[in-house]
Nanobody, 122 residues
Framework: QVQLVESGGGLVQKGGSLRLSCAAS????????MGWFRQAPGKEREFVST????????YYEDSVKGRATISRDNAKNTVYLQMNSLKPEDTAVYFC???????????????WGQGTQVTVSS
């Protein structure tokens, strides 16, 4: 069973930056595609970014392209999401995911973390 634990969320001003981390544990976790979804109040969970197990392929949702960078350190079984130029509309709970395709909807991912809150003030 893969377990995912997020950290790094918090309150940040518009234009600021945050780096989210997701520590993964479990069998063969280093061979899983991993990524991030987010859910704002009253909205459905939406795709943010994913990274292949090798780190060679990455995908981003259009609204975060150019502002977000996903990376992974397989020696530490950790995935990172660096978010810059944050906007109030980035406010959401951010979930780490694993065990799914590089591009897919929320139902495509088997493993989910508990989420970390990101709040961007204007």
């Amino acid at each position: 069973q893969v377990q995912l634990v997020e950290s790094g969320g918090g309150l940040v001003q518009k234009g600021g930056s945050l780096r989210l981390s997701c520590a993964a544990s479990g069998p063969n976790v280093e061979y899983n595609n991993m990524g991030w979804f987010r859910q704002a109040p009253g909205k459905e969970r939406e795709f943010v970014s994913t990274i292949s197990w090798s780190g060679r392929s990455t995908y981003y949702e259009d609204s975060v392209k150019g502002r977000a960078t996903i990376s992974r350190d397989n020696a530490k079984n950790t995935v990172y999401l660096q978010m810059n130029s944050l906007k109030p509309e980035d406010t959401a709970v951010y979930f780490c995911v694993a065990g799914g395709p590089l591009v897919g909807d929320a139902q495509s991912y088997t493993y989910w973390g508990q989420g970390t809150q990101v709040t961007v003030s204007s």
